[in-house]
């Protein structure tokens, strides 16, 4: 909808800088004089979008899109989402079947999520929510802890986040099997990627499971009792993907039976996980808010690789990390 | 003091199979027909030493040796401590001066203990300790974390088990300085090691400081104030070392006036750790007792490797990981 002359119009969903508790996007003043940037909340995104060009989705925890999509006129030619995860988006089906370019924050989050997921399966092994139940309690109690060295580690999925937690657990010693949609033999780094059709054979022979799937039909709720079930009595489970790829009753009756030796959630299927949810205390269940990538600098980051795109997008050249749609995330290069 | 015919006598301290509470060495049934094996306590240590050929310090947090070695009559020929410190032998004047050989637990506790230290460095990097008070308390709080790729870490200890976690943060990404007795330029791994002569000087570049030395006469209490002042504001220790290492005060200063962003204790000058030390609730610190080499199978892995040097001192051949009782640690071969 922009006029020849006139700067496009860029959308901004969250980060207002005159709303209070946002988060702006950092140094979005660089686009000044090449596009007109316009900040919108969850109420005014509808009214706004039919005059839109593209719109950056910087509240990427909102569902705003998925419910303002809908309707007459006409919708912004690109959407850019400052997550990984693009599922909220594809929620919408007439998104999907737009011609609206989709591209997301890929490669951004994959070093702090791998570092993050490392030092969950290193927290789990040496019991270390043990000694500090215990430093609480003033009590001095030994124990024996696992070696992670020579366990054996499954990741759930074969995109860049996945590779680079099984990067980061191999270099401490950790054999990872990678899991993804398809099998492949001539993966440049793990060899062999699993097909997800095959995890229940793969599940028997795991230490760890860590799920870092992208969450689509395909993927939702895959972490089921079923899966649990195939799991080793005493393995660990660790979701640094989304929430709804868990069956979450099905994770808590695991811990609970002392089925799993213990689990790690980063995410939920309703976030912020409210006060009086079970989670919180399911013995063996360690909960943190949705937290896995965000390292210092991380907005910076984000806002970087957004307006880097921006360029591309304004002068007409093709966009980076272009989601398929279809599959549900950018499919990766190297796996083509 | 054994006879041409008969086999030596090895004397254990603590382990005793016969004794509530006791874990005894496994398998130490092996050596039937080759030593006469006797469990001796804290206090039967002395009066059975005249008569022994072999101690095997199986209770190596005991300070009997130190006590009960001083005293008229023969002493044992060779001492096997079940650590690798050797800190509470080398306590004794008597011992050190003696032609006695001692031998430790050096290459069992490399691994586990670079994987703990990790861990510590990980957790305090992504805040765990902070989430799980969070989980306590059913808040949902999202916070930034450091991504440690990148980061600098100084580990004093260019042993095996400091190289181990000089290694393993290096997989992590981490820069890795070490610090060792005395310089050397031709470190086959870590290229150059720092004499511990230049530590106030690195130690402004560190993000972690991790301690893994010795404790001899040259290290004890050489993290204190002046130590800890010359870290950079918010940057974390772990001492993983022995707890003398450590000016505990100094340390509680430095956390308590927020200089530093954290620290991790593995190891205490007093262990365990009383029930009143202020040690358990100084913010910022995290507290374990003293087992980051403990990792399952641990005690097998002991009692294996004081069976091989067994059979070379049976034999006649020569000892593995020979004390030297000047230095205070098995003298690395290849740092020689």
Redesign the interface.
Known sequence: MSENTDPPRLLVLGGDPDAPGDVPPPDLDRLAGRARVRYVDEKSLADSLPTADALLVWDFASDAVRHAWPGPGPRPGWVHTASAGVDRLLACPELVASDTVITNARGIFD??IA??T???V??L??D??G??E??RQ????????????GTHAIVVGSGPIGRAIGR?LL???VEVELVGRRERDDDPEFEKVHAADSLHDLLPTADWVVCAAPLTPRTAGMFDAAAFSRMRRGARFVNVGRGAHVVQEDLVRALLSRHLGGAALDVFAD???P???PL??VPGL??????SG?????RDDLARQFRENFDRWAAGEPLLNVVDKQLGYVPDRSAR
């Open positions: 070093q702090p570092e993050y490392a030092g969950l290193l927290a092994a040496k270390f929510h000694s500090w215990l430093q003033r009590r001095w109690r030994h124990r024996e802890t696992v070696r992670i060295s980061t270099a401490l010693g976030e912020p996980l006060a009086d949810s919180w205390d360690l909960v943190s808010p949705h937290m965000d390292t210092v600098g991380w």
